[in-house]
């Protein structure tokens, strides 16, 4: 393993807190299985990134009900109502967050797929995200992960060696764009502490 990692980049949700947005709508429907197909059919994955990529909440809620005028409620609840999704912060992650920006040995920033509009909103309800040398939100830049160009934008505004930076992410598909960019990535799953993954790493905060 690399033994000359200098900076560690965090994705943010699904690796410092924790977001789904069935924590919101298995309170609005009353099954799991009508929330589910809701989130499948009408506020899919895919219409949601597209926020994170810079499109307006405004028309990204106007689009969806265009296509559901009957869900135009639950529609406009997935913004209105977005800091419900939220369950809470994956505090072992965080604790080694603060122990890596703590120790001077390394440079820690923030690669986020998120929607500019909530971004203040997330500092306030998180504020941990503050602590960063620098972040970037996928939102404000207008293009995102998995995509090439999110990637090289963090190498160049940071100065970063992708050799001896290490990516963390809960999504495959983007810890492989990382990889692609040259930058040694790993996917956090909750299935092994990730303190002990950055370790493989001889990362010792």
């Not at 809620?61 to 559901?68: M, P, Q």
């Not at 941990?128 to 970037?136: A, M, P, R």
């Amino acid at each position: 393993m690399n033994s000359k990692i200098d900076t560690v980049i965090f994705d943010l949700g699904g690796v410092l807190v924790d977001w789904d947005p069935m924590n919101l709508y298995k309170k609005v429907f009353e099954s799991e299985e009508k929330a589910t197909w809701f989130l499948n059919t009408v506020c899919t994955p895919e219409w949601n990134i597209e926020q994170d990529g810079g499109r307006t909440i405004a028309e990204a809620v106007k689009l969806k009900i265009s296509e559901f005028p009957e869900y135009k409620k639950e529609i406009e609840m997935f913004y209105q109502r977005w800091d419900e999704m939220f369950t809470g912060v994956i505090q072992a992650n965080i604790d080694l967050q603060q122990q890596l920006i703590n120790n001077p040995n390394y440079k820690v920033y923030a690669l986020t797929n998120w929607s500019a509009e909530k971004w203040e909103v997330a500092l306030e309800l998180f504020p941990f995200f503050k602590d960063f040398d620098g972040v970037i939100v996928s939102g404000i830049e207008k293009t995102r992960k998995p995509f090439d160009v999110i990637y090289q934008l963090i190498i160049d505004r940071f100065q970063i060696i992708p050799k001896k930076a290490l990516f963390i992410d809960d999504n495959l598909e983007n810890v492989n764009a990382a990889k692609r960019n040259r930058i040694n990535a790993i996917q956090f799953t909750g299935n092994e502490l990730l303190i002990n993954q950055v370790s493989k790493f001889n990362i010792f905060p």
